[in-house]
């Protein structure tokens, strides 16, 4: 997974604009990933002209012996976002949703956790999605 990351992210680099929404953006991930995620998320944010920051949640649920973004309880997250102020553009790993890309491990679904955070919210793969989202103007579709 960490391969494909970053042969999209060398891939993106290539062809980046700067026709993007001004909203900043916050990269949800589990703390593995993050020292991994926060080169790629300035570089975008220098080249996008956009604040893009990479918010690592400990998972609380399981005594933070789970570092993947894929396990992700909404609960955590929700939690970790809460004490950061206004937060423009959330991008949340699509890693952390069912199949169906509906509910969290904790059975909470998109749109609750777009109704609690009172911001645009998206599911994201790889920094291409979050670039599309940008594009889009935070309007990406699921």
Same mark, same amino acid.
């Not at 991930?29 to 593995?32: A, P, R, S």
């Not at 649920?61 to 933070?64: A, D, P």
């Not at 699509?94 to 199949?99: D, T």
């Not at 749109?111 to 911001?119: A, D, S, V």
């Given at each position: *997974? %960490?391969?494909a990351l970053l042969e999209d992210w060398a891939s993106l680099k290539v062809r980046l604009d700067r026709r993007v929404a001004a909203l900043p953006v916050v990269l949800v &991930?589990? %703390? !593995?990933i993050a020292p991994i995620l =926060?080169? *790629? =998320?300035? /570089?975008l944010g220098r080249r996008l002209g956009v604040d893009v920051r990479v918010v690592p949640v400990p998972d609380r649920? #399981? $005594? @933070?012996t789970v570092t993947v973004s894929g396990l992700l309880p909404a609960a955590d997250v929700l939690a970790r976002l809460s004490d950061l102020g206004p937060l423009g553009h959330v991008c949340l790993p $699509? =890693? *952390? #949703?069912? =199949?169906g890309g509906q509910l969290t491990l904790d059975d909470v679904s998109l /749109? @609750?956790? $777009? !109704?609690? !955070?009172? &911001?645009p919210v998206s599911l994201v793969e790889r920094m291409s999605d979050v670039a599309d989202t940008l594009r889009c103007g935070g309007k990406r579709l699921e």
């Open positions: *997974m %960490v391969r &991930c589990g %703390v !593995l =926060a080169p *790629m =998320a300035d /570089e649920s #399981f $005594r @933070e $699509r =890693a *952390m #949703f069912n =199949a /749109e @609750e956790i $777009r !109704l609690r !955070l009172g &911001c």
